[in-house]
């Protein structure tokens, strides 16, 4: 089984950058869709960025466009969530999604990945 594992997460002021990181056991990184997913207390779960198979291509939530950048480190096996200039909603708990299968066309849909990590917490507050 694929074991999904985030972390980066803490507290940060308004402004600043945080650079959130997810690992998944089995094949080589570049062989999965990889995701970001957010939830606050009382919503669903919020897409917020995705990278294709392979590396090829990636997508963002309006919400985070040109703040948020999602990279892979082939060397590392890692793959990232840069975070810049955050904002108090940006408060949440971030997920690291995961599937080897997924089809483009529901990247942004949650119920579609297979594997899932725990979470990591981000909270933007002064």
């Known amino acids: 089984q694929v074991q999904v594992m985030e972390s980066g997460g803490g507290l940060v002021q308004p402004g600043g950058s945080l650079r959130l990181s997810c690992t998944a056991s089995g094949r080589t990184l570049r062989m999965y869709t990889m995701a970001w997913f957010r939830q606050t207390p009382g919503n669903e779960r919020e897409f917020v960025a995705v990278s294709g198979r392979n590396g090829g291509s990636t997508d963002y939530a309006d919400s985070v466009k040109g703040r948020f950048t999602i990279s892979r480190d082939s060397a590392k096996q890692v793959m990232y969530l840069q975070m810049n200039e955050l904002k108090p909603e940006d408060t949440a708990a971030y997920y690291c999604?995961?599937?080897?299968?997924?089809?483009?066309?529901?990247?942004?849909?949650?119920?579609?990945?297979?594997?899932w990590g725990q979470g990591t917490q981000v909270t933007v507050s002064s």
């Open positions: 999604a995961v599937d080897s299968s997924l089809i483009w066309g529901l990247r942004g849909i949650p119920q579609h990945y297979d594997y």
